[in-house]
């Protein structure tokens, strides 16, 4: 089955852009230009993943990316022409996977929108063909291959990255991960100097398994990492 992309910004060059390197990549599209639209597609069409843009009139991109948390975990690829660390955290903080600073090579685009798909328990074989592979800690139920988080029967709704990050960290009790090696191991990446991204994640994590759970799960060793006790 195809995949359809919801390509969101008021700039129709953009969007128009984005759309002819992504239908060559095999996807279907669906541009729209404001927030509120964005909101009615995800209503009305089968949407795999959204690439939003932050600066637009009206409802932006940031309320956009927090309207759909309250009920989805679609992976969402962020975009803005803002370069300072602190949108990036901001723009992740409202629930994005994904940031990538305008102007961006369009081939770029295609792969981080490739690579969010693959960790998207929907469209990621390999983790359907997982059979059992439930990890029990702490009174959670971690399963992978439904990539769910349950505490007494009640569903703890994850990003993709969120859960892997989880995942994670269940895997290997008591032992503690580094920022760095969390980003190569979840994102696949190079890790880069002022790189963010993990502690905004962990942050996110850490807030709504606390909300469920009432006590934190994830522990900070300062100056070293992360870890889940024994």
């Known amino acids: 089955m195809t995949k359809t992309i919801l390509v969101v910004d008021d700039d129709k060059e953009i969007t128009h852009l984005i759309s002819i390197y992504l239908k060559n990549e095999g996807f279907q599209i669906r541009q729209v230009h404001d927030g509120e639209e964005a909101l009615t597609a995800l209503k009305e069409d089968e949407i795999s993943l959204i690439v939003l843009d932050i600066m637009m009139p009206g409802?932006?991109?940031?309320?956009?990316?927090?309207?759909?948390?309250?009920?989805?975990?679609?992976?969402?690829?962020?975009?803005?022409?803002?370069?300072?660390?602190?949108?990036?955290?901001?723009?992740?903080?409202?629930?994005?996977?994904?940031?990538?600073?305008?102007?961006?090579?369009?081939?770029?685009?295609?792969?981080?929108?490739?690579?969010?798909?693959?960790?998207?328990?929907?469209?990621?074989?390999?983790?359907?063909?997982?059979?059992?592979?439930?990890?029990?800690?702490?009174?959670?139920?971690?399963?992978?291959?439904?990539?769910?988080?349950?505490?007494?029967?009640?569903?703890?709704?994850?990003?993709?990255?969120?859960?892997?990050?989880?995942?994670?960290?269940?895997?290997?009790p008591g032992r503690v991960f580094g920022a760095e090696e969390i980003f190569q191991l979840v994102w696949k990446e190079k890790y880069y100097l002022s790189n963010n991204t993990v502690m905004v994640h962990i942050s996110n994590l850490r807030d709504k398994l606390e909300k469920e759970l009432g006590y934190k799960l994830i522990q900070t060793v300062w100056g070293v990492g992360y870890k889940i006790e024994k």
């Open 59 to 172: 409802m932006d991109g940031m309320e956009v990316c927090r309207k759909v948390r309250e009920t989805s975990v679609i992976p969402i690829l962020m975009l803005s022409a803002k370069t300072q660390d602190m949108d990036k955290i901001l723009g992740l903080m409202s629930g994005a996977d994904d940031y990538l600073i305008k102007p961006f090579n369009p081939m770029e685009l295609a792969a981080r929108v490739k690579s969010l798909l693959r960790r998207s328990l929907q469209y990621n074989p390999e983790l359907k063909a997982v059979s059992g592979h439930v990890l029990n800690i702490h009174g959670i139920e971690i399963n992978k291959m439904s990539h769910q988080v349950f505490s007494n029967g009640h569903d703890i709704p994850l990003t993709s990255r969120e859960f892997e990050i989880l995942y994670l960290l269940a895997q290997h």
